[in-house]
């Protein structure tokens, strides 16, 4: 069943190539179709939405409703959302959406993310948007699941049995979920046809990048045997990678039980830098995206309070290297259009919160006081 793996975790995310290809899979032309066919902005298909398509682009705002690791899948996506459809889009925790009360109306589109399609909150956050008189939108790995029967519509993830309890496959999945969507409703636009072009042209490169990254296990193994004994460890990044930090820090809380966390690097100064020390471990996200200058004066200025860096960066960033010199470890990876570079830089830091679990001699795939699905609230 673990297909000579030791764990779920370690196969599911080692399989991630090839689930990413299953979820795009009779859903996006890789090829650019030549200048003059008909069907040149039609490059997404998602069945689930076909007939919905036009009610969701009219819509006044898009609610995002999900937990945990689906949460950060939405988070990830969310700006590709909002560049695509141009409406605004707000992201629930669906207990808090539920302890608020929180307003929906007629004109929203709710989407509910949930690799189980079981989990209570969420179901229950859907009763009650449902109730309210939106359309309901689900997005989930299970087929028959409570979410995808009772949501007007939706896609299905297609990734595959995810049986480790810690979230890998699905989270990869479930950002280039939404990003296809986004793409979808975004068909008829002109301006944006360029841009959604890089993106799908990128989709297809994408498996091929995610194989390429798994080859960084063995010094991820290298990595969480230095970082095995740490008390703490945190993650800072900021734009697409917010989502990439919560992500990271959620895995190797849950499964290595080292408390861990992710911060908006752009919060870093009202908080945050007053635990940074020479003993504290911080991993930082500065591939290159809109934020790069950004993220390079938070490492300047977490390296003046001589933390131990690890810099996950873009190969051949010459930029990058200097850093090196001062000590700073750097996790190199692939580069990609930066709404999807979140699929990729997740990886190392999957690998990561393996090694350190397993290292630590402690269950990876069922970890202490967790469930696979959480069906009560
Ligand atoms: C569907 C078939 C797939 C087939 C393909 C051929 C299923 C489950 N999928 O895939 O086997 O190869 O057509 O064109 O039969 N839905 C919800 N809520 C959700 C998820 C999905 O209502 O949370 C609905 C969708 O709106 C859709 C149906 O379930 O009506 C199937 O969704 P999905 O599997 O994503 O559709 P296709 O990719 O078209
Ligand atoms: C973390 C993890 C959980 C789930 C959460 C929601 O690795 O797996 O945080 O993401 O319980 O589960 P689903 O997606 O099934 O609704």
Do not use: W
């Not at 979820?23 to 030549?34: I, N």
């Not at 299970?142 to 979410?147: D, E, L």
């Not at 979230?167 to 409703?185: E, R």
Request: hydrophobic share 40%.
């Amino acid at each position: 069943m673990k297909g000579g793996y030791d764990h779920f975790m370690q196969k599911e995310i080692h399989e991630q190539p090839e689930s990413l290809l299953q979820t795009m899979r009779g859903r996006v032309q890789f090829q650019r179709p030549a200048v003059g066919n008909p069907y040149l902005t039609q490059r997404i298909k998602l069945g689930g939405l076909v007939e919905h398509g036009a009610t969701i682009r009219r819509c006044r705002r898009i609610v995002l409703v999900a937990c945990g690791t689906s949460y950060h899948a939405c988070l990830a996506a969310r700006q590709t959302l909002e560049e695509m459809c141009e409406v605004p889009v707000s992201l629930e925790l669906a207990s808090d959406f539920l302890d608020r009360r929180c307003p929906i109306f007629r004109d929203d589109t709710c989407v509910f993310l949930s690799q189980s399609g079981e989990t209570a909150d969420t179901l229950r956050a859907l009763e009650y948007a449902k109730a309210h008189g939106a359309l309901c939108v689900g997005v989930t790995n299970t087929v028959g699941s409570a979410i995808s029967r009772m949501t007007h519509c939706g896609v299905h993830l297609n990734a595959g049995y995810e049986i480790g309890v810690a979230s890998t496959k699905a989270y990869t999945s479930q950002i280039i979920v939404i990003t296809m969507m986004a793409l979808q409703l975004a068909e008829d636009s002109i301006a944006k046809r360029e841009r959604r072009d890089t993106i799908i042209d990128e989709l297809g490169q994408l498996p091929g990048k995610v194989r390429r990254v798994l080859m960084l296990d063995s010094a991820m193994r290298d990595l969480a045997e230095h970082l095995r004994s740490v008390n703490s460890l945190l993650f800072f990044g900021r734009g697409y990678n917010y989502a990439t930090v919560l992500e990271a820090a959620l895995k190797v809380k849950e499964v290595a039980l080292i408390h861990s966390e992710g911060m908006l690097a752009g919060e870093m100064k009202h908080g945050p830098l007053a635990l940074v020390d020479k003993h504290m471990p911080i991993v930082v996200i500065a591939t290159r995206d809109g934020m790069y200058k950004k993220m390079e004066s938070v490492i300047q200025q977490l390296l003046a309070r001589d933390a131990q860096l690890y810099i996950v960066c873009n190969e051949n960033d010459e930029g990058m290297k200097q850093y090196e010199d001062r000590g700073c470890k750097l996790i190199q990876v692939p580069e990609t259009v930066d709404c999807l570079q979140p699929v990729i830089n997740i990886v190392p830091l999957q690998l990561l919160s393996y090694h350190l679990t397993v290292l630590r001699g402690l269950n990876v795939d069922q970890p202490r006081n967790l469930a696979k699905s959480v069906t009560v609230s």
